[in-house]
């Protein structure tokens, strides 16, 4: 037997293991260390289905970029060989991030196949005609390059006939630019679809709130922690996000009718709208021909986030259940599924059963949270008591490795009545790190807060200790035992997590309260991103980086004029308020500004220095040459350093201490 098959047959073995419960470590708490999952059922088809198909993977695991730094090592999760998991990790999550951490080429039908393991997402490719389709495309252009590599290694060295993104989120449109060169993307000679709205769901999420959930998704998905049995364990839909470079696609057509088929390379697809779902602008994809169906990230190995901990527009979980239900429908003499993240189902029974369980998953939660929401429990409290039925919650693509119950019946409750509980206590919260304060003086000062949650840490609650914690580092982030004892407790609550999000959101606020904010994040004009933006699109981006204080009274109004593009826009502050339209004829102007359209989007999001731009003669100024400057001096730059975990500053930034390793150490 090869090295290669026979390793994977030790670790798929393995992950078939009955999952109990570990021995106590001083690392968790005993109310935590008794958090087991219910007796579970149907490991043993995920492992199957984890590993069928396996073709090859890369000879050298790790994938560089051009500067030969690395992105992403497909071995970062060799350390997982025993079939125990260690005391740090929960047996359930171990179990399912052994089954993600399977990477490679593997072939799904004869013509369908898709690469696993390289990235959060699946790549998948279908042999059509003359090329392949290919089907999300990753989260960055390195891993998507080595993707395709990999697939013309060993499938052939096939054009791309089109490009199918199934939805707005980054890790299924970022990697483009290793699909489609800049050239073919400028020239639109390749088809690449996308679901009606995509374009501008994905520059809300990437770059009107980028800042903020990329800093939100920096906890959600451990980046920095690294990984292994103390660190990340993953994502719990995929490995974790790759370093590299992102990009934004323009689609050459959004598909805007559901159940629209077309035939793209003599293959027929069929699409499946599914606005609201997983994400505001989403497809499901049907091979009709061939008795496939891939549900896109509407169905998973695990279950997801009505509202993901990064931040994002609210799902509608009705709107869920019925795409799944239509698509149960529609597809009925399915035989294979294949989806966006984790591995395939392959039999209709087993497809049939899977998507009814997942469906009812959703629709249990929404259903029961909105019956005890009419009887006027808010959202926390029935977040405390919502559990699965038993026929629902043992089958592991039920369990919480992403999404979670009490997180989904918060969401639940926040998509009808939004986050106030109705107690008027909550109308004008006090500021936390003022809140903090005052409870701290209420409980008797620091010294006492911090004996309370010693206290409460040596009955093993560590949940109500990081609440007094909590209180504490907020009233005073230079408090550096209390942050010291708040970090313990959670990477206690880390190692006890069933859900891999939750796990790396424990130690991100960790790592914080050890060692303090992290650092600025680059302007959002930077890198490929906002190559494909309009005008529109960037002075909507600018207008929420004016500050006040800077712009004051200041009156300015300024004419963009790309060389490129049938656009023109008029640019006016006034009343600390940037407002931007086509402008009125003959209205005066401080400044025309003119040149390609991507050096006018360079210049306004802060990709390319303005006095670069000026003095190559790229841009050039009829006016008032001051005035581009003058706005840009409006502006704020990068985003603040800020972390959850730490008090705001008056400019955003989070108020950092010291840090404090050596109180972690005593």
């Given at each position: ?379 926390d409290e029935i977040a405390s008591r919502l ?124 790592r914080d309260l050890s060692a303090g904010a ?100 790229r841009l050039t100024v009829t006016g008032d ?42």
């Amino acid at each position: 037997m090869p090295a290669m098959i026979r390793a994977t047959a030790v670790l798929f073995a393995a992950a078939l293991a009955p999952v109990a419960a570990p021995a106590q470590s001083p690392a968790q708490s005993p109310a935590q260390a008794d958090a087991r999952p219910v007796e579970m059922g149907g490991g043993d088809a995920d492992a199957r289905f984890a590993a069928r198909g396996f073709v090859a993977t890369r000879a050298d695991p790790v994938i560089r970029d051009t500067d030969g730094k690395p992105v992403w090592n497909l071995a970062a999760y060799d350390f997982m060989k025993d079939d125990a998991a260690p005391a740090t990790v929960h047996p359930s999550l171990w179990r399912h991030a052994r089954l993600l951490a399977r990477h490679g080429l593997f072939r799904v039908t004869d013509r369908i196949y898709q690469v696993r393991g390289f990235d959060l997402a699946n790549l998948t490719v279908v042999r059509g005609a003359r090329g392949w389709i290919v089907i999300d495309v990753l989260s960055t252009a390195e891993t998507a390059r080595a993707a395709m590599a990999l697939v013309r290694e060993r499938l052939g060295d096939r054009p791309v006939s089109a490009v199918v993104i199934t939805h707005s989120h980054s890790d299924h449109f970022g990697g483009i630019d290793g699909v489609l060169s800049a050239a073919e993307q400028r020239a639109g000679t390749v088809p690449v679809l996308a679901p009606a709205g995509f374009f501008e769901e994905a520059v809300s999420e990437n770059l009107v709130a980028g800042p903020a959930m990329q800093r939100r998704a920096s906890y959600q998905f451990g980046t920095g922690l690294g990984i292994g049995s103390r660190a990340s364990m993953g994502s719990g839909i995929g490995p974790a996000l790759p370093g590299g470079t992102r990009g934004l696609p323009r689609p050459t057509r959004e598909i805007a009718r559901d159940g629209e088929e077309m035939a793209i390379d003599g293959v027929r697809l069929r699409f499946q709208l599914t606005p609201g779902t997983e994400a505001p602008a989403e497809m499901n994809v049907g091979f009709p021909d061939w008795k496939v169906i891939d549900m896109a990230e509407n169905a998973n190995v695990t279950q997801h986030n009505i509202l993901t901990p990064r931040g994002a527009q609210v799902r509608d979980t009705r709107a869920w259940v019925a795409g799944l239900t239509a698509a149960i429908e529609r597809n009925a003499d399915a035989e294979v599924m294949i989806a966006s993240h984790g591995w395939p189902r392959f039999g209709r029974a087993a497809v049939r059963d899977y998507l009814i369980k997942h469906r009812d998953a959703y629709a249990f939660l929404h259903d029961q949270t909105v019956r005890w929401m009419n009887k006027g429990l808010t959202g926390d409290e029935i977040a405390s008591r919502l559990t699965l039925p038993p026929a629902l919650a043992r089958e592991w693509y039920n369990r919480p490795y992403y999404g979670s119950l009490p997180f989904n019946a918060r969401a639940v409750y926040q998509f009808y009545l939004g986050w106030y509980d109705a107690n008027p206590v909550h109308l004008a919260a006090m500021a936390p790190a003022d809140a903090g304060r005052r409870y701290v003086a209420a409980l008797g000062g620091a010294a006492a807060v911090l004996r309370l949650a010693e206290a409460a840490v040596a009955r093993g609650e560590d949940a109500w200790a990081a609440e007094l914690l909590n209180r504490l580092v907020l009233s005073d982030p230079s408090a550096a035992a209390a942050r010291a004892l708040l970090a313990r407790c959670y990477e206690r609550m880390a190692f006890a997590s069933e859900n891999s999000l939750w796990r790396n959101m424990y130690l991100s606020a960790a790592r914080d309260l050890s060692a303090g904010a992290p650092a600025p994040m680059p302007a959002a004009g930077a890198g490929r991103l906002a190559a494909n933006l309009t005008l529109e699109d960037a002075l909507g981006l600018i207008a929420i980086r004016l500050d006040p204080q800077k712009a004051g009274d200041q009156r300015l109004r300024l004419a963009l004029v790309p060389s490129d593009a049938g656009e023109r826009a008029v640019v006016s502050v006034a009343n600390a308020v940037l407002t931007h339209g086509r402008g009125i004829p003959g209205e005066p102007v401080d400044a025309t500004v003119a040149g390609a359209r991507a050096d006018l989007v360079a210049a306004m999001l802060g990709g390319a220095p303005l006095a670069e731009l000026l003095a190559s003669g790229r841009l050039t100024v009829t006016g008032d040459r001051a005035a581009f400057r003058r706005l840009a001096g409006m502006l704020d730059t990068a985003a603040a350093p800020f972390s959850p975990v730490l008090p705001s500053a008056p400019d955003g930034a989070s108020a950092t201490a010291a840090p404090v390793e050596q109180a972690r150490r005593e």
